[in-house]
């Protein structure tokens, strides 16, 4: 999309008047510097998320299917070389010719189509859900980068806009909350057929039109790639899967600490969190009014950080938080749940409200010692940060 900052035009970041060959080859540095190219006064900006493992067919022998999306369409279409799981596609054009080079790599995507199961409901504002049903072999996911700062003209206020987007488009559509390492960037994962997918995400750019970038402009490099933490932002695991959108599916990622997070309705990835009605088979632990939480038979708080001993055999335990106190545990971009995760050595993931509810479930993975850790470490956090 084109970077339209306070001022009306190009993002603070920039760029430079380079060939497209030349952002393709250098657009993302090993150091981060990314290259932004000023096209026409028509033309915009779309980034778009991709596994790393089809960027050759995007390009093509030789570079043959980058030249010839150029030249068809007119754009500068990039996809800068990177060592990790995912890379970004990178279109300057406009807007039409924009969506003709994505509906043309659209068959490239093909490995990370997703084939549907029963529907599940994704988190509102942090990540919107599908709007309902079920889809066909057909639906695509494309993941298009957004400035966080225009995230909302897309939600709209309690969510508006983006239901009016899914009943307008058909397309499923979800947006993750927390940026992309180390970038002002969050990821909006649109699922539906081709044709649906294209208008869908032709009405966002539409709506980004009204909504200049406002604040620090830092534009996500996949050389920051997170493993661990691409499930909450929508990024591509060292598999290349992923967040594996509604079905789940593809089996627990190995996770840089060398665990595999727990599957299912985690924040933000590995599935959308149950639909209404769903039921939890493990019995949840509650949330004192002291700021501690119990156990799974309600034993009460820990009283000082465990000794990290015990079996090694693992294990899974849900507590219970007022939803209002997440952002205690979550903090900043994820940097407090990440330092708990690593601390802790479990895997811990927080589920969106079901509707009506006011009660967030967090699921917690791993030893006993390292399950222990995890809750002493989430009840600190709450204590420090819960009143702030």
Do not use: W
């Not at 994704?122 to 072999?137: D, F, K, T």
């Amino acid at each position: 999309m084109k970077r339209y900052s306070d001022g009306g035009g190009y993002g603070s970041s920039g760029g430079s008047n380079q060939s497209p060959s030349q952002t393709q080859q250098g657009g993302v540095g090993a150091g981060g510097n990314f290259k932004r190219f000023r096209g026409g006064p028509n033309d915009v900006e779309l980034r778009l998320l991709i596994p790393s493992r089809v960027a050759g067919s995007v390009i093509g022998k030789g570079g043959s299917n980058i030249a010839r999306l150029r030249n068809d369409f007119k754009a500068s279409v990039t996809v800068p070389d990177c060592p990790g799981p995912e890379r970004i596609l990178t279109i300057f054009a406009e807007l039409e010719n924009g969506l003709k080079v994505i509906e043309e790599v659209l068959p490239a995507l093909d490995e990370v189509r997703q084939k549907f199961g029963k529907g599940r409901e994704g988190e509102h504002g942090g990540g919107e859900g599908h709007n309902g049903g079920g889809s066909g072999r057909d639906d695509y996911d494309i993941r298009l980068i957004v400035h966080q700062s225009q995230a909302g003209c897309v939600i709209g206020k309690a969510g508006t806009k983006i239901k009016d987007l899914r009943d307008k488009t058909g397309a499923r559509i979800k947006i993750y909350s927390i940026c992309c390492p180390q970038s002002t960037d969050r990821v909006v994962q649109v699922f539906g057929t081709a044709e649906t997918s294209i208008n869908c995400i032709r009405e966002i750019m539409e709506l980004l039109k009204t909504a200049p970038i406002k604040g620090a402009d830092n534009p996500y490099d996949p050389h920051n790639f997170d493993d661990y933490y691409a499930e909450e932002y929508g990024g591509y695991g060292a598999g290349g899967g992923g967040s594996s959108g509604p079905s789940g599916g593809g089996g627990p990622r190995q996770s840089r600490f060398g665990q595999a997070p727990p599957s299912g309705g985690n924040r933000g990835g590995g599935g959308f969190p149950p639909r209404p009605g769903g039921r939890f088979d493990q019995p949840s632990g509650g949330f004192g009014a002291d700021g501690s939480f119990g156990s799974p038979q309600g034993h009460g708080d820990l009283s000082g950080p465990p000794a990290l001993s015990g079996p090694a055999v693992r294990n899974s335990t849900q507590v219970t938080i007022p939803k209002d106190m997440a952002g205690a545990i979550i903090g900043k971009a994820g940097q407090r749940i990440r330092k708990i995760r690593t601390d802790s050595g479990a895997g811990i993931t927080i589920d969106e409200p079901l509707p009506g509810s006011t009660d967030r479930i967090i699921t917690i993975t791993g030893t006993a010692s390292q399950i222990q850790m995890a809750q002493y470490l989430l009840q600190q956090s709450v204590r420090e940060y819960g009143s702030t």
